[in-house]
């Protein structure tokens, strides 16, 4: 099946600090990328919708300004928590979307810990 | 955003006991996906049903998705404690301008007690 690597798999960093999360599609182009979040026993929350070369599509009370994404190439979706505080932390999750059967693949995650 | 119920959202089993998961909505999707998800990793795709009706088996798992394309179940026969982890159900919708958008039920937590 195809890989999608996220990286890095645990970070801890002090509030007021960013942190970058990236998410790979090692074996196939991802024109769209998602990111999710999940806090501990529930379920995914799609955060927002990134696309390759364009702006990325937030959900409601996802705040853009904070949740910074860039997706710059058909590889490659970046995450960056801005300002983080220890409300922010949680698992954050990503997929990649192969337009090949439009199956999507997930990474295997980034606990983020805001100290 | 269509919202998918699932059901039940924990489950403690004995090992050698049946059970079911449930996924309902009241909106049709293209496809529906089944994942299972351990602690501290990203859930990973156990099956898709794409027909009305459509029934898959993996093994001592079972899937169906209903005939209307709007639900559907996950039955696990003889469960084992290999089967403990989070199960999420997906619902695949596409729209005509080539979007895509994946919605998750709230997932099942399944403990098998050996």
């Known amino acids: 099946g195809a890989v999608v690597s996220q990286h890095p798999s645990r970070v801890i960093c002090k509030s007021g600090t960013s942190v970058k999360i990236e998410c790979r599609s090692l074996?196939?182009?991802?024109?769209?990328m998602f990111w999710y979040r999940q806090f501990p026993k529930q379920s995914l929350m799609l955060m927002a919708t990134?696309?390759?070369?364009?702006?990325?599509?937030?959900e409601q009370g996802v705040e853009k300004d904070k949740f910074l994404i860039n997706h710059a190439s058909l590889t490659l979706s970046t995450l960056t928590v801005t300002s983080a505080h220890p409300e922010d932390s949680s698992f954050y999750i990503c997929?990649?979307?192969?337009?090949?059967?439009?199956?999507?693949?997930f990474g295997q995650g980034t606990r983020l810990t805001v100290v | 955003t269509q919202l998918l119920e699932q059901s039940p959202q924990f489950l403690s089993i004995q090992e050698g006991e049946n059970l079911t998961v449930y996924c309902n909505s009241s909106s049709v999707f293209s496809s529906l996906q089944w994942y299972r998800q351990e602690p501290g990793e990203g859930p990973v795709l156990l099956v898709t049903v794409v027909t009305g009706g459509e029934v898959k088996k993996l093994k001592r798992l079972t899937f169906q998705f209903g005939d209307a394309r709007k639900d559907s179940s996950l039955h696990i026969t003889a469960a084992q404690p290999g089967d403990t982890g989070l199960y999420l159900c997906?619902?695949?919708?596409?729209?005509?301008?080539?979007?895509?958008?994946?919605?998750f039920g709230k997932g099942t937590k399944l403990s098998v007690i050996p």
């Open positions: 997929s990649a979307l192969r337009t090949v059967n439009t199956e999507a693949f």
């Open positions: 997906a619902g695949e919708r596409r729209s005509g301008a080539g979007s895509y958008q994946l919605t």
């Open positions: 990134s696309n390759e070369g364009s702006k990325a599509t937030y």
């Open positions: 074996d196939f182009q991802a024109t769209t």
